[in-house]
């Protein structure tokens, strides 16, 4: 069982950065791939980014390729979204998920929210233009 809670989010204007974090409590965070999923009101949750447990491996959607990064520190065990050059499309609430799956390597991530067995109560991330 993983505890998390996300922190960092807020009301920045388009072209802003904003650093999400989300702090692992319970297990060791390495042993997950991490993710973060957002939503905005009155849609489905999607994907926005996923970290292999060993780090290295790193997946996008589409629409944030080049402006948000994922990182994790093991030591401190928490992961982060940094989050560059905002947009008002940008705008929802944001989760960080655990995938516990203990049969995939390091190098595993994926994508669909149906891997991922433990959320965060999420953060709010609203944009202005």
């Known amino acids: 069982q993983v505890q998390l809670v996300e922190s960092g989010g807020g009301l920045v204007q388009a072209g802003d950065s904003l650093r999400l974090s989300c702090a692992a409590s319970g297990h060791t965070s390495s042993t997950y791939v991490m993710g973060w999923f957002r939503q905005a009101p009155g849609k489905e949750r999607k994907f926005v980014a996923a970290?292999?447990?060993?780090?290295?491996?790193?997946d996008y959607t589409d629409s944030v390729k080049g402006r948000f990064t994922i990182s994790r520190d093991s030591a401190r065990n928490t992961v982060y979204l940094q989050m560059n050059g905002l947009k008002p499309e940008d705008t929802a609430a944001y989760f960080c998920?655990?995938?516990?799956?203990?049969?995939?390597?390091?190098?595993?991530?994926?994508?669909?929210?149906?891997?991922?067995?433990?959320w965060g109560q999420g953060t709010q991330v609203t944009v202005s233009s």
């Open positions: 970290i292999s447990k060993n780090g290295i491996r790193t």
């Open positions: 998920a655990a995938d516990r799956n203990p049969y995939s390597d390091g190098f595993y991530v994926t994508s669909d929210r149906r891997d991922f067995d433990y």
